[in-house]
């Protein structure tokens, strides 16, 4: 059995293109009225020197038509049931339509993995759907042009390790140190066109917490005044989403603040805090500043927005802030880290500067958490030292045993970056207890150094 991969998404945003692409052969119908591709098909496809079943779904209808959209979604779900992972494609020109996100919610609930492409995108078209695609929680978009055949390197990337543990499984291949990288080199090792790739994309960072927590005065300070408060000037109308700015020569990005637009007209105190505009910024984010009051301490919506990062699995940065005018300062301090440490386990070690916009105090510290942060965010490990790490993990404390057998965990290897997500293959994978799981997840974390990165695990079965 070679690796089987669906492609699903609403009609005409190019899943039979893409599938003509991969297969090599002009076998789909392609047309510009929704709907032609009804049928799914299945076709041999091929990228680079990986092969694979390639499985194009019935396009998804407009949800007018119930039986229809019942029809597809059995189709759909079928598909998804069978591959080992799904490719879920939009359009990035239209943008989101009611019907992907309809369907996004569909996918969602499979826990194989799931690759958003965003196409259309050649060129730099389609940089607006891009950004929106983030809002379906389906991860990191890839843009790809399937009619142009741009963005199938990334695809590529993404593909190779799946279909290296997809062989293993079957004993094709008996993996080798060499063919089991993730990527050819090795971790920390990164070339100089990665480096000055990674030093010119900017970090895409969020600031966001309770009205009053100090976020304005914070990303004044962090900004210089006049930048922020002044006249239209470059990106920072009313409108804008995103300021640029430098920090010891690293491009940063403060992406869609909430509030900051708002601010102009309305005072803080009438402020509510939405948590939907909220989500939203923390999902063009990459690294979450967490803005806490620290003359209040650490009140439920600031555990609620946590969690949302961590859900998100972007990169946590708290900011105890005020801190200026903070009594008690060992107490608070001790009170939010045991509080935060019982509340959010899965980002154990996540850092907690003390802050004052007011004062302009360690902001340089704030800055250099969130760098620092980032580039663990990022982490990238080859599938021999993952393989090695599980190794140990499972000798140290076996799998548990489940109606009288022991669960075995064959295989891992990383899918995925940012944050940084393990597939584990076992024998059984609706039954590996949660609390495993978790010992897992933390000595992963503590033998990489991944303090405070919510690290992904899904499971695959493998037998
Ligand atoms: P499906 O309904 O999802 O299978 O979509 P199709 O593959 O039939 O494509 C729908 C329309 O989008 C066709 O007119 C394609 O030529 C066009 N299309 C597909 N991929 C691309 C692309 O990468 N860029 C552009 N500009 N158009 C594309
Ligand atoms: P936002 O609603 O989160 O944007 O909060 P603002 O930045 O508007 O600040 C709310 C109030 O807290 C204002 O009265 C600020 O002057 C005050 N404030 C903000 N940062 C600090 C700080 O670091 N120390 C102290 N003592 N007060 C602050």
Do not use: C
């Amino acid at each position: 059995m070679t690796l089987k991969v669906a492609i699903v998404g609403r009609p005409n945003v190019g899943k039979s293109t893409l599938f003509n692409r991969l297969v090599g052969r002009r076998v789909a119908l392609v047309d510009d009225t929704p709907g032609v591709t009804r049928d799914r098909r299945e076709g041999d496809g091929h990228l680079g020197d990986l092969d694979f079943t390639i499985i194009d779904t019935a396009g998804l209808e407009d949800v007018t038509d119930n039986s229809l959209e019942a029809r597809m979604r059995r189709q759909t779900e079928a598909a998804i049931r069978d591959a080992d992972i799904t490719l879920f494609v939009i359009d990035a020109r239209v943008g989101l339509t009611e019907t992907d996100r309809f369907f996004a919610a569909l996918v969602r609930r499979s826990d194989k993995p799931i690759l958003l492409l965003a196409n259309k995108a050649e060129g730099k078209a389609g940089a607006d759907g891009l950004m929106e695609s983030y809002e379906l929680g389906l991860g990191e978009p890839i843009a790809i042009s399937a009619e142009h055949g741009e963005g199938m390197a990334d695809l590529y990337q993404f593909l190779r390790p799946l279909w290296i543990a997809k062989r293993a499984e079957e004993g094709i291949v008996e993996p080798s140190e060499d063919d089991l990288d993730f990527d050819s080199d090795v971790e920390g090792d990164e070339t100089d066109e990665e480096a000055a790739y990674r030093a010119n994309k900017p970090i895409q960072m969020a600031i966001v917490g309770r009205p009053n927590a100090g976020k304005s005065t914070m990303i004044n300070a962090l900004l210089g005044e006049e930048r922020l408060l002044t006249g239209p000037e470059a990106g920072i109308t009313r409108d804008s989403i995103s300021v640029p700015f430098e920090f010891k020569g690293r491009k940063l990005k403060l992406v869609d603040t909430a509030g900051m637009r708002r601010k102009r007209g309305v005072t803080a105190k009438l402020e509510k805090l939405s948590v939907g505009e909220t989500l939203r910024s923390i999902r063009f984010a990459e690294i979450v500043v967490l803005v806490l009051d620290g003359t209040l301490g650490l009140e439920k919506q600031d555990l609620t927005l946590a969690s949302l990062v961590v859900q998100e699995g972007r990169g946590l940065v708290i900011a105890i802030n005020k801190w200026d005018a903070v009594k008690n300062k060992d107490e608070m301090m001790q009170d939010i880290k045991d509080r935060l440490q019982i509340s959010l386990p899965q980002v154990k070690g996540l850092p907690i500067i003390t802050t004052s916009g007011l004062a302009n105090r360690n902001l340089n510290t704030l800055l250099d958490a969130a760098l620092a942060l980032h580039a663990k965010w990022g982490f990238r490990v080859s599938t021999s030292k993952v393989n090695r790490w599980l190794g140990d993990a499972i000798e140290t404390h076996s799998p548990p045993m489940v109606s009288g057998r022991r669960l075995k965990i064959r295989y891992a290897t990383q899918i995925k970056q940012r944050p940084p997500t393990i597939a584990l293959f076992t024998t059984r994978p609706d039954e590996l207890p949660e609390s495993y799981m978790r010992y897992l997840i933390n000595s992963f974390r503590d033998t990489f150094g991944l303090e405070g990165v919510p690290v992904r695990v899904v499971l695959r079965k493998g037998d």
